[in-house]
């Protein structure tokens, strides 16, 4: 009977040891990830109000010494120039439009065809994307 109770005894010790290291170690890693996203959400608010600052500062410069008109929608000259058909500039246009929202002004400078790939470039990306 005594050997059963040290059994007893010493097993609720080793449970209790190890409820107690598993919960504290988990309280630990919950703090620690807790600060991290404090620290990471401070810095990135940082960073937004430092771009709301430059932002505006460039604003004010720009309306300062020329006012310029931003379009989205990119004019004709660069869909000749190109030779690139209008319907295809207005779907790149209104791609960067979505992709970038209503509330940024974004001007499209240049749109160019991208060069046509040799043969062998196309049997390269082709054995390189091939899947396993």
């Known amino acids: 009977m005594d050997d059963f109770m040290s059994k007893v005894t010493t097993s609720a010790t080793m449970l209790l040891t190890g409820f107690t290291v598993v919960f504290s170690v988990l309280i630990l890693l ?9 620290v990471i959400s401070k810095a990135q608010k940082k960073s937004k109000e430092g771009k709301k600052k430059k932002s505006k500062a460039n604003q004010t410069e720009a309306q300062s010494t020329t006012v310029q008109n931003t379009p989205s929608i990119p004019t004709a000259n660069v869909a000749q120039s190109n030779e690139i058909p209008g319907e295809i500039v207005a779907v790149i246009a209104a791609a960067v439009d979505s ?9 499209i400078k240049n749109i160019k065809k991208s060069g046509v790939r040799s043969a062998w470039a196309n049997v390269g990306i082709l054995d390189n994307t091939r899947p396993f």
């Open 30 to 38: 919950i703090l620690i990830i807790y600060i991290y996203g404090t």
């Open 99 to 107: 992709m970038y929202g209503s509330n940024t002004k974004v001007r």
